[in-house]
């Protein structure tokens, strides 16, 4: 099986990087079920990535659907420690123009029909998510973006609905009300189970349009979203090739946090441990178990 230290999460247009070499699909068995895709390995500059398209290739699974719990399982197995989430959102925030990117560090989860955690019944686990998104990787994501003269804001809020619908225009003017910055469906539970799988996660929010509380927002056009996402998608690429570099070389990556996530996150007794999930989470919490 092949191995990569750093994981993308995203759109396939992402994929498709200038100086990607070795690449190569590959399947990857998961104790949780099937995953979105098969991973897809390259190297960049020497160092070995695997990419995850989130809704699979041709984008065949709706937000509720996705199995997040395969996806970041598969990617704990390669060997992956640095998760880059890639995703498109909505505005709530006038000066959060489409085409914008915004480093969140923040998220609301609103979501209620997916499986949320790796532990449950006979081996239970509590994770902290007061501070959910890795601030190293967030450092790294800003001076990338910065190198490659992307406009990408520090900091902000991500509301994740359950979808598929959009919001309703009160429940947009509710989310603005609660310092609500961007809107989206997919990075909930997945930062919620990169957290408990001790992996460094961090999100590229990519703003297609703003949601519906904006007044010009029935006049927006299926072109021009199109026209938006696939020039976010070129800017995620750029970003992406300018970020590795900075996470490769990272020389402080391993006293992060984030790795250690399960140290006293185990509440259940060792003694009472059911044997069954104990194997299901080998790759997830072998480190602790």
Not at 150 to 169: C, D, H, K
């Amino acid at each position: 099986m092949a191995q990569a230290s750093i994981g993308i999460i995203g759109g396939s247009g992402v994929y498709d990087i200038e100086g990607l070499e070795n690449k190569r699909w590959e399947k990857v068995e998961s104790s949780f079920g099937e995953p979105s895709d098969e991973l897809l390995f390259g190297e960049l500059n020497g160092v070995k990535l695997a990419f995850l398209p989130r809704h699979g290739r041709g984008h065949k699974i709706p937000p509720s659907e996705i199995n997040f719990r395969a996806n970041i399982d598969v990617l704990k197995r390669v060997g992956v420690t640095d998760v880059i989430s890639v995703s498109a959102v909505g505005s709530l925030r006038e000066h959060l123009t489409p085409g914008t990117f915004v480093i969140v560090d923040q998220f609301i989860d609103r979501t209620f029909a997916r499986n949320k955690s790796f532990f449950g019944t006979g081996l239970v686990a509590h994770v902290s998510m007061a501070h959910p998104v890795c601030k190293r990787l967030g450092d790294h994501i800003e001076a990338a973006a910065k190198e490659a003269n992307i406009n990408a804001l520090r900091g902000g809020t991500y509301l994740v609905m359950e979808g598929p619908q959009f919001s309703s225009l009160a429940e947009s003017e509710l989310y603005r009300s609660w310092g609500c910055d961007v809107i989206g469906m997919t990075n909930m539970p997945e930062a919620k189970l990169a957290r408990e799988a001790e992996l460094c996660y961090a999100t590229v929010a990519m703003v297609t349009d703003y949601d519906c509380w904006h007044p010009d927002h029935d006049d927006v056009t299926v072109e021009q979203i199109i026209k938006v996402l696939l020039a976010n998608a070129d800017k995620a690429k750029t970003l992406v090739k300018h970020l590795v570099p900075h996470v490769g070389k990272d020389a402080k990556a391993c006293d992060c946090g984030c790795r250690t996530a399960l140290q006293y996150a185990l509440i259940t007794a060792p003694e009472a441990r059911d044997v069954s999930m104990k194997k299901k989470l080998e790759a997830i919490a072998g480190r602790v178990l």
